[in-house]
């Protein structure tokens, strides 16, 4: 089912299995306030219940990627109270909150793939490294941006970028804010593949999720959740959760399917991610 969804801070689209979800406020270099936040945070849970897409292909509009927080927000729509011990406990809620938006796309039940141009500064940093994989332009460029306004990179970047990149260049650039251009980034492991254009980078992100589509989402799904647990945990502990992982999921069907499908040079049919229902919403 192919379906398109017109929203302030982005469109989305579903189309053969791949969502797509475009960020297009690029006359304000697609920055983060409280109505991006809002719409990102309820597409996300719309998809991870929903089941019907396979993969999600996140790419932007303009010449930067994102600027990141809106900082006019922290002045207006979120006052950051430091003047007593009450108000600065709610920063932490508040930051909880932030973060838990970013954390939705990494235990998305689908793969997640950026699609990255120009600038991805300061909150754009935190969003990208909570994808699965991430594409970008010759022009493109990263930067801890909060450092260079005070404050510490507080929703993600701080805790994810370590595990993708060397220690010591993460501490230059959190400690310096310097930009780290796209070959480098590259060289260092944080992006998978630099482009020339846009539309070039963004050809082969869907070429990318149209495979990722084509497999059993219930496989693609266990394989996410495999390699996000073996990143946190030690070999022996990541073996023994993936035996009970795959005791659980394995398919006689699937596999078959899968094989057939090759020797028949034809697309292979598997059954999408079930739906997902709160609890809350069962009268």
Not at 20 to 42: C, G, I, S
Not at 86 to 93: C, L, P
Not at 112 to 141: E, K, L
Request: aromatic share 6%; hydrophobic share 45%; charged share 20%.
């Amino acid at each position: 089912m192919n379906t398109s969804t017109a929203l302030t801070c982005f469109s989305l689209t579903t189309e053969n299995h791949i969502a797509h979800l475009v960020l297009n406020q690029p006359e304000a270099l697609n920055t983060m306030h409280p109505t991006f936040w809002r719409e990102l945070d309820e597409v996300l849970t719309q998809l991870h219940r929903d089941g019907a897409a396979r993969v999600l292909v996140i790419s932007s509009t303009g010449k930067h990627f994102s600027a990141g927080m809106a900082l006019e927000t922290f002045a207006g729509a979120i006052k950051m109270d430091d003047q007593s011990p009450e108000g600065r406990a709610a920063i932490f809620d508040l930051l909880t909150d932030m973060q838990a938006t970013f954390t939705k796309l990494e235990t998305l039940r689908i793969p997640v793939i950026a699609a990255i141009q120009g600038g991805c500064i300061g909150g754009a940093v935190d969003m990208v490294t909570a994808c699965c994989i991430r594409y970008a332009t010759a022009d493109a460029f990263f930067c801890i941006q909060e450092i260079n306004i005070g404050m510490v990179a507080d929703v993600g970047t701080l805790q994810r970028l370590p595990k993708l990149m060397p220690l010591a260049v993460v501490k230059e650039l959190a400690y310096t804010g310097r930009r780290l251009l796209a070959q480098k980034a590259l060289g260092y492991g944080l992006v998978n593949e630099v482009f020339d254009t846009p539309d070039a980078m963004l050809t082969a992100a869907m070429q990318c999720a149209s495979e990722i589509a084509s497999k059993p989402p219930i496989a693609i799904w266990g394989t996410k959740q495999a390699v996000h647990y073996a990143r946190d945990h030690s070999v022996d502990e990541s073996l023994k959760q993936m035996g009970w992982l795959q005791g659980a999921i394995w398919s006689n069907r699937h596999v078959l399917e899968a094989v057939m499908a090759m020797k028949t040079k034809r697309a292979a049919d598997f059954p999408p991610l079930s739906g997902l229902r709160s609890f809350r919403d069962i009268a």
